[in-house]
């Protein structure tokens, strides 16, 4: 018998105290990591702040400030940004968001410093990222994306003087559509380099190139040394003494860690495994790995979805694991005893953290969510755990997910009751589900309502053959592993199959319309900026993934007849359940008028339908209220149109 304080109360009725408000209120994203003369510095982005990112620096009084309002250290080279800041002997340079300047910040100094030109019109900028600061010559160097120029963007790497001599920006290489993660060697006589071509994204195929830096500053003699068409490289580093260039390359079928020593251009492997060391590029910056010392390394690695942390002894090969609480981490960094990253796990949030390498300890510099050290609340109480899933799908294949089984301290459920789904599909598509606490998720289970977290085929984290099934295949194998999910779960008993809804952002948001359209299993959804028309994706996205749909499709117009059979909108007769759909209206990724097509195709029909369009958001919400208002209008529309349970703000 239940406890008399529990409730019985029907599943997606119980009331929670994870609230929208309280989400939005005590939430912030932490990124990029950066370690200068023994400090920590991160950047923090802030929906309280209308979506201000601010570059902050621990010190022995807690934390401050280092980039004033109403500056925002954000980029939007590629549209995702990253890279946006770099630090060097305390100062800060940064990209700022609302002109796309380059910035230079001392602080306790004056305002910010602009180092590049104002844009010569509004909506077209040059715009910064992923830049270092040459250790001889005061220069910045990194990637620039010219939007002044007619046409599309023209990418390249370039040096930006740090004097007061008022130099021009100097463009050191270009010629490839895109540039990622510049790197000069410690004596500042070498540059390498990250370089790709459409049709290509850079998981697909990169090359590594390397030139000598004459000492006029201009480079020379640029070779490729590892990479090509087919094989995708991802954040190459020097050794502390310069001898070696280390990479992440996937020749092997999974992004393993190489080495290629400067003087005999001879390359090895360091501790081959079947696990992942890199990410996918969808931002500049990003960091699983940093030298520790000239012979070892720190590094990041993904096995079956989940992160491990471990030390690569460059010396013997061997990779130790060290043993951490956290299953995801990221922008990686150390120097000496001490290694500083963000990390996270399914019942710890998303945190910058420090590690004594040579004590194991560590010690936690900021949480994205300060809420839950809240004794009085008890939040941790209302935390569902997770579990890992592997299911069988079409094709005779297997797919995976992360499923959150609802929890209530409060309430128990009406005997033989089962819980309604909510089947979340992630971004890009090719990314992969996190697994670090989200109370957006706990939103849900906190109500009664499980959620399963989808790692379809074409996901990242299980290798190059996984990531490649989605090739030619967007809209099917996704979509078919989103209803095999699902019904794994009914067949367990675990889920009620007749109240299940589908949600995703993005690229998930067309893998969530697609399924409501394509298959008939779900009883609802929302999508979030998704795609509705690929064709009209093809021919109206930002330069980064203007390509991209050649190899989740085919090519476009050659392949039209696809595009059209695969596209929801042309089929939005045969999508006869509620759909809600947010969108803002400056996304340059998935344009508005992709949402609004297929609101107004649903509209005619007279199926039950929501739409929100936010103003001065672009591709991903920022902003606190809408941040708000989203979790709030989903839960409103399920309850009313699919689960029937009444609302439980």
Same mark, same amino acid.
């Given at each position: 018998?239940?406890?008399?304080?529990?409730?019985?109360?029907?599943?997606?009725?119980?009331?929670?105290?994870?609230?929208?408000?309280?989400?939005?209120?005590?939430?912030?994203?932490?990124?990029?990591?950066?370690?200068?003369?023994?400090?920590?510095?991160?950047?923090?982005?802030?929906?309280?702040?209308?979506?201000?990112?601010?570059?902050?620096?621990?010190?022995?009084?807690?934390?401050?400030?280092?980039?004033?309002?109403?500056?925002?250290?954000?980029?939007?080279?590629?549209?995702?940004?990253?890279?946006?800041?770099?630090?060097?002997?305390?100062?800060?340079?940064?990209?700022?968001?609302?002109?796309?300047?380059?910035?230079?910040?001392?602080?306790?100094?004056?305002?910010?410093?602009?180092?590049?030109?104002?844009?010569?019109?509004?909506?077209?900028?040059?715009?910064?990222?992923?830049?270092?600061?040459?250790?001889?010559?005061?220069?910045?160097?990194?990637?620039?994306?010219?939007?002044?120029?007619?046409?599309?963007?023209?990418?390249?790497?370039?040096?930006?003087?740090?004097?007061?001599?008022?130099?021009?920006?100097?463009?050191?290489?270009?010629?490839?559509?895109?540039?990622?993660?510049?790197?000069?060697?410690?004596?500042?006589?070498?540059?390498?380099?990250?370089?790709?071509?459409?049709?290509?994204?850079?998981?697909?195929?990169?090359?590594?190139?390397?030139?000598?830096?004459?000492?006029?500053?201009?480079?020379?003699?640029?070779?490729?040394?590892?990479?090509?068409?087919?094989?995708?490289?991802?954040?190459?580093?020097?050794?502390?003494?310069?001898?070696?260039?280390?990479?992440?390359?996937?020749?092997?079928?999974?992004?393993? #860690?190489?080495? %290629?020593? @400067?003087?005999?251009? &001879?390359?090895?492997?360091? *501790?081959?495994?079947?696990? +992942? /060391? $890199?990410?996918?590029?969808?931002?500049?910056?990003?960091?699983?790995?940093?030298?520790?010392?000239?012979?070892?390394?720190?590094?990041?690695?993904?096995?079956?979805?989940?992160?491990? #942390?471990?030390? %690569?002894? @460059?010396?013997?090969? &061997?990779?130790?694991?060290? *043993?951490?609480?956290?299953? +995801? /981490? $990221?922008?990686?960094?150390?120097?000496?005893?001490?290694?500083?990253?963000?990390?996270?796990?399914?019942?710890?949030?998303?945190?910058?953290?420090?590690?004594?390498?040579?004590?194991?300890?560590?010690?936690?510099?900021?949480?994205?969510?300060?809420?839950?050290?809240?004794?009085?609340?008890?939040?941790?109480?209302?935390?569902?755990?997770?579990?890992?899933?592997?299911?069988?799908?079409?094709?005779?294949?297997?797919?995976?997910?992360?499923?959150?089984?609802?929890?209530?301290?409060?309430?128990?459920?009406?005997?033989?009751?089962?819980?309604?789904?909510?089947?979340?599909?992630?971004?890009?598509?090719?990314?992969?589900?996190?697994?670090?606490?989200?109370?957006?998720?706990?939103?849900?289970?906190?109500?009664?309502?499980?959620?399963?977290?989808?790692?379809?085929?074409?996901?990242?984290?299980?290798?190059?053959?996984?990531?490649?099934?989605?090739?030619?295949?967007?809209?099917?194998?996704?979509?078919?592993?989103?209803?095999?999910?699902?019904?794994?779960?009914?067949?367990?008993?675990?889920?009620?199959?007749?109240?299940?809804?589908?949600?995703?952002?993005?690229?998930?948001?067309?893998?969530?319309?697609?399924?409501?359209?394509?298959?008939?299993?779900?009883?609802?959804?929302?999508?979030?900026?998704?795609?509705?028309?690929?064709?009209?994706?093809?021919?109206?996205?930002?330069?980064?993934?203007?390509?991209?749909?050649?190899?989740?499709?085919?090519?476009?117009?050659?392949?039209?007849?696809?595009?059209?059979?695969?596209?929801?909108?042309?089929?939005?007769?045969?999508?006869?359940?509620?759909?809600?759909?947010?969108?803002?209206?400056?996304?340059?990724?998935?344009?508005?008028?992709?949402?609004?097509?297929?609101?107004?195709?649903?509209?005619?029909?007279?199926?039950?339908?929501?739409?929100?369009?936010?103003?001065?958001?672009?591709?991903?919400?920022?902003?606190?209220?809408?941040?708000?208002?989203?979790?709030?209008?989903?839960?409103?529309?399920?309850?009313?149109?699919?689960?029937?349970?009444?609302?439980?703000?």
């Amino acid at each position: 018998m239940s406890s008399p304080s529990i409730k019985t109360a029907p599943y997606g009725s119980w009331k929670s105290p994870i609230t929208s408000d309280l989400i939005v209120a005590q939430c912030i994203s932490l990124s990029e990591v950066c370690l200068d003369d023994g400090q920590v510095y991160w950047l923090e982005g802030r929906p309280q702040e209308q979506g201000r990112y601010v570059v902050v620096r621990a010190d022995a009084n807690g934390r401050t400030d280092i980039t004033p309002l109403p500056f925002n250290a954000r980029s939007r080279v590629h549209e995702y940004g990253g890279g946006s800041w770099a630090v060097r002997n305390g100062t800060v340079y940064f990209s700022n968001f609302a002109d796309g300047r380059l910035y230079r910040h001392v602080p306790r100094a004056s305002e910010p410093q602009a180092l590049t030109p104002e844009p010569p019109a509004r909506g077209r900028q040059w715009r910064f990222a992923d830049g270092v600061i040459g250790p001889h010559r005061s220069r910045w160097i990194g990637v620039r994306e010219d939007h002044t120029v007619d046409g599309e963007p023209v990418n390249a790497i370039v040096a930006v003087d740090l004097g007061d001599d008022g130099r021009p920006v100097e463009v050191l290489t270009t010629g490839h559509d895109f540039y990622a993660s510049p790197r000069l060697s410690p004596d500042g006589q070498w540059l390498a380099w990250l370089a790709w071509d459409h049709p290509n994204m850079p998981w697909n195929g990169t090359r590594l190139y390397l030139a000598e830096v004459s000492q006029h500053g201009a480079i020379g003699g640029a070779q490729v040394i590892a990479g090509g068409a087919t094989e995708s490289i991802f954040q190459p580093e020097w050794s502390p003494d310069g001898a070696q260039i280390v990479f992440v390359s996937d020749r092997s079928g999974w992004w393993n #860690l190489y080495s %290629l020593e @400067l003087t005999t251009r &001879t390359t090895r492997a360091l *501790a081959p495994m079947a696990a +992942e /060391f $890199g990410l996918p590029q969808w931002s500049l910056g990003i960091s699983t790995y940093a030298f520790s010392g000239p012979d070892r390394i720190i590094c990041s690695y993904t096995e079956g979805g989940l992160g491990s #942390l471990a030390v %690569l002894d @460059l010396a013997n090969g &061997t990779l130790t694991p060290i *043993a951490t609480r956290f299953t +995801e /981490f $990221g922008s990686l960094r150390a120097g000496g005893e001490r290694a500083v990253f963000r990390a996270g796990a399914p019942d710890h949030p998303a945190s910058i953290v420090t590690l004594d390498l040579a004590s194991g300890r560590h010690s936690v510099l900021k949480r994205a969510i300060d809420i839950l050290d809240r004794s009085d609340l008890h939040l941790d109480d209302y935390l569902t755990r997770v579990e890992s899933v592997e299911f069988p799908t079409t094709g005779g294949q297997t797919a995976f997910g992360l499923f959150y089984p609802p929890h209530n301290p409060d309430y128990a459920p009406a005997a033989e009751e089962r819980p309604p789904l909510l089947v979340k599909c992630h971004g890009g598509p090719t990314s992969a589900a996190s697994s670090t606490l989200n109370l957006g998720v706990q939103y849900w289970t906190s109500r009664g309502i499980a959620v399963l977290d989808v790692n379809h085929r074409g996901s990242t984290g299980f290798g190059r053959a996984y990531r490649d099934r989605l090739q030619l295949n967007w809209g099917v194998v996704d979509v078919d592993d989103c209803v095999a999910g699902a019904k794994f779960l009914d067949a367990q008993g675990r889920v009620d199959g007749k109240r299940c809804v589908i949600s995703g952002g993005s690229a998930g948001g067309y893998t969530t319309l697609a399924t409501l359209t394509f298959r008939d299993f779900f009883q609802g959804g929302a999508s979030y900026y998704g795609v509705s028309d690929i064709a009209a994706l093809a021919r109206d996205t930002h330069k980064f993934e203007s390509h991209y749909l050649d190899w989740l499709i085919g090519p476009y117009p050659q392949e039209a007849a696809r595009y059209r059979e695969r596209s929801p909108l042309y089929h939005a007769d045969r999508l006869a359940k509620p759909v809600i759909f947010f969108q803002g209206n400056e996304d340059a990724v998935v344009p508005p008028n992709q949402t609004e097509a297929m609101v107004d195709a649903l509209r005619r029909k007279g199926n039950p339908v929501g739409y929100f369009l936010f103003s001065g958001e672009q591709h991903g919400f920022r902003k606190a209220d809408n941040i708000r208002c989203c979790l709030d209008a989903e839960l409103a529309f399920y309850s009313i149109e699919v689960f029937r349970t009444g609302l439980t703000f």
